[in-house]
């Protein structure tokens, strides 16, 4: 049976904190809460029904439809520099504010908008550095894209994120041409 989770010790800084502004927390654990809701909607999620039997629950017409709009992503992917080294949604946030009637936090000494925050928040809990080794290891092994793809990507393709920063129209982070599957 497919199993999303994730582990509570994630409930802890680097990754959270309850002294972080609204907007990092909700762009860091909404990112990981969300990633782990949509995989019971990608190409593996489907291979499972409603009470995990194993047993595909999409149309012929929704699996030609994904994998139609995951070819751009696909592509985006492929030429995405990960390794450098020779050897290798906005809404909830705002909704809760709204409806809190809660004063928006920023960090002392940094002048980003809470909207830029978010952002911040879903990037942080991707900072890492990975040795070569073990990024080929990744690539080899394991579905999930290596962290700087999933950051840099993700936000590339994302309208609020070229708002939040005000990107340049076909700038590297605002491209002309945005991918996303659903």
């Known amino acids: 049976m497919s199993r999303n989770v994730f582990p509570a010790g994630i409930l802890q800084p680097p990754f959270y904190d309850e002294q972080y502004p609204l907007?990092?927390?909700?762009?860091?654990?909404?990112?990981?809460?969300g990633h782990e809701f949509t995989h019971g909607f990608d190409n593996r999620g489907a291979q499972y029904d409603k009470i995990?039997?194993?047993?595909n629950w999409w149309t012929q017409k929704s699996m030609e439809n994904f994998r139609k709009r995951s070819v751009g992503l696909k592509k985006q992917y492929a030429k995405f520099p990960i390794c450098k080294n020779s050897e290798c949604d906005l809404h909830?946030?705002?909704?809760?504010?709204?409806d809190h009637n809660i004063k928006t936090?920023?960090?002392?000494?940094?002048?980003y908008t809470s909207d830029q925050l978010f952002?911040?928040?879903f990037a942080h809990i991707w900072c890492r550095k990975i040795q070569p080794k073990a990024l080929i290891h990744q690539l080899l092994a394991d579905p999930h894209s290596p962290a700087i793809a999933r950051v840099i990507l993700t936000l590339r393709n994302s309208e609020a994120f070229s708002t939040a920063?005000?990107?340049?129209?076909?700038?590297p982070m605002n491209p002309t041409i945005k991918y996303g599957v659903w």
């Open 23 to 33: 907007s990092m927390v909700f762009g860091a654990m909404g990112a990981v809460v």
């Open 92 to 98: 909830a946030y705002k909704k809760y504010v709204k």
């Open 119 to 121: 952002f911040v928040g």
């Open 105 to 111: 936090m920023t960090l002392p000494g940094l002048s």
């Open 52 to 55: 995990g039997n194993l047993k």
């Open 165 to 171: 920063f005000n990107c340049k129209k076909d700038s």
